[in-house]
Nanobody, 121 residues
């Protein structure tokens, strides 16, 4: 199984970015997909998730600004990030698990390599 995340970069506060995560080696429609982020020296935190039935969950800190969605034909999960803030700066990871609660708790079966998002003030 491979999860290939991309789309990170440098953006000014108030700007937008879209992250992508392409999954291979698994039956995408059987898996919940999620995004996490981590800042050096801090624990990894849940950001958002999207199931095959289009149920989504979000951390309070990103509600109303971020949106997670999937393209089943492309085996891809996206994270649309709007109104970005400097505190959104982190390495963002995608993850996959066939159990939603376990995924959101950070105990996913599969993890991608991470993509860096830097938001300047």
């Amino acid at each position: 199984v491979q999860l290939q995340a991309s789309g990170g970069g440098l953006v000014q506060a108030g700007g937008s970015l879209r992250l992508s995560c392409v999954a291979s080696g698994l039956t995408f429609s059987n898996y919940h997909m999620a995004w996490f982020r981590q800042v050096p020296g801090k624990e990894r935190e849940f950001v958002a998730s999207a199931s095959w039935s289009w149920i989504t969950y979000y951390a309070d800190s990103v509600k109303g600004r971020f949106a997670a969605f999937r393209d089943e034909d492309k085996n891809t999960v996206y994270l649309e990030m709007n109104s970005l803030k400097p505190e959104d700066t982190a390495v963002y990871y995608c993850a996959a698990d066939d159990r939603g609660p376990r995924l959101r708790a950070g105990r996913a079966d599969y993890w991608g390599q991470g993509t860096l998002v830097t938001v300047s003030s």
